[in-house]
């Protein structure tokens, strides 16, 4: 916690180290026992509508001239060229110049011609890499290795709780993987916890398992906040992280043999509140074949076949 804070820190975050004590002072209603350090962000912190800020950002690019098309990619057509690399081997590199899209409710395809390819399909970023051809090779190499990005189902669950924590409530993610906040003003709250290896759902469907907030949640909730002893669930849903299996962290750029695909996809969670930020560094990949802004280059598809892991502590 006390390195991610100073790299907070010199990015210009104000971020306050807090001990047991010092917490239990500022948040009486926390239960401090098994803490030994806490983190506060003391400006320009909050949350924000994901809906909302998706539809925004949908609008303000349709006022800009994108034109968005509903359909399912089914093919990519593509041509190939085959080059020597330094050290004399051979490796083959395909530039796609069409895309197959099945329309909705239509048994036909639409073809798409086009110069370049970006691959945001979130959870099903890689069944789309796939059809591209990416992952068809030997293990162990370049052209054998796969987007490792598949579809996990995560819960929401919204509780009422009278006695809970006031309105100063800040998002707070516990040692536990726990994670709640308050949702408008009548006493509810927002929250979940992500599930251990061991406890993966089957992401075949998007029910929602109450026990899971039953057995796996609630406790670790109820010894941080006391007063969640009591609560009640009033909803819950499910959705998609498009998890990173490698890593859990983004995959961002341009693949290495598939000249002009690029990935933004990967974000095991973080896709979201990350996402004005990658849009900008693809744009820029695209139009300058080079991150300016910030440098990505740690987010590259090459780091799978180099076994380069971008690890992150204290996350949720």
């Not at 490792?148 to 536990?176: F, M, N």
């Amino acid at each position: 916690m006390e390195s991610n804070v100073k790299v907070q820190r010199q990015e210009g975050a104000k971020v306050s180290l807090m001990s047991p004590d010092q917490l239990r002072n500022k948040f009486p209603w926390i239960n401090t026992e098994g803490v030994a350090l806490a983190s506060y962000g003391m400006e320009d912190e909050g949350w924000f509508d994901p809906w909302c800020l998706l539809q925004g950002l949908r609008r303000k690019v349709q006022s800009l001239g994108v034109l968005f098309c509903q359909g399912e990619v089914t093919r990519f057509v593509s041509s190939s060229q085959r080059m020597l690399t330094t050290d004399d081997k051979a490796v083959v590199l395909k530039r796609i110049h069409e895309v197959h899209v099945k329309m909705d409710r239509s048994l036909e395809y639409q073809p798409v011609e086009c110069a370049i390819v970006i691959n945001a399909a979130g959870a099903w970023s890689a069944q789309i890499a796939a059809l591209a051809g990416v992952g068809e090779g030997p293990p162990g190499t370049l052209q054998g290795t796969k987007l490792p990005v598949e579809p996990r189902k995560r819960y929401v669950y919204v509780w009422h709780c009278p006695q809970g924590p006031g309105l100063e409530t800040p998002l707070v993610a516990d040692t536990s993987g726990a994670y709640f906040r308050r949702e408008g003003l009548g006493s509810n709250y927002l929250g979940g916890r992500s599930p251990t290896e061991q406890e993966e759902p089957d992401p075949a469907n998007l029910e929602v398992d109450h026990d899971f907030f039953q057995d796996k949640v609630w406790p670790h909730l109820a010894l941080r906040v006391p007063a969640f002893e009591t609560l009640k669930v009033q909803s819950a849903w499910a959705g998609y992280y498009d998890y990173n299996t490698f890593d859990q962290n983004g995959v961002v750029g341009p693949h290495p043999l598939v000249v002009n695909m690029y990935f933004a996809t990967g974000f095991s969670g973080h896709g979201l509140q990350q996402a004005p930020g990658i849009g900008r560094a693809v744009a820029e990949m695209v139009l300058k074949g080079r991150f300016q802004t910030i440098d990505l280059s740690p987010f590259l598809f090459t780091r799978f076949y180099l076994g380069e892991k971008i690890q992150e502590n204290n996350i949720i």
